[in-house]
């Protein structure tokens, strides 16, 4: 099991980018793939989360503003990011989970907010 994660870079404030996640080894359709986010010197925190049924859920900190999706013919989960805010900046994970309980982490691409 793979994960690609890309899409990051610096942004102004108010800005959006699109993060990706390119999944091989694994049916993203058939896996809860999620978003996680680590800033310097903080936890990791869920960011954003598409169950297998498509139910989603978001970090109060991001709702309104990220947006988790999944093209399952592209076998890829994005997270679309709106009004980009400073706080925003971290290095962004995603994350698989499948039916069995198996996890898979892909590696960072990092975001930066700043003007």
């Known amino acids: 099991v793979q994960l690609q994660a890309s899409g990051g870079g610096l942004v102004q404030p108010g800005g959006s980018l699109r993060l990706s996640c390119a999944a091989s080894?694994?049916?993203?359709?058939?896996?809860?793939m999620s978003w996680y986010r680590q800033a310097p010197e903080k936890q990791r925190e869920l960011v954003a989360r598409?169950?297998?049924?498509?139910?989603?859920r978001y970090a109060d900190s991001v709702k309104g503003r990220f947006t988790i999706s999944r093209d399952n013919t592209k076998n890829t989960v994005f997270l679309q990011m709106n009004n980009l805010k400073p706080e925003d900046t971290a290095v962004y994970y995603c994350?698989?989970?499948?039916?069995?309980?198996?996890?898979?982490w892909g590696q960072g691409t990092q975001v930066t907010v700043s003007s």
């Open positions: 994350k698989s989970v499948s039916l069995r309980g198996s996890e898979c």
């Open positions: 080894g694994i049916m993203v359709s058939l896996s809860a």
């Open positions: 598409i169950s297998v049924n498509s139910s989603t």
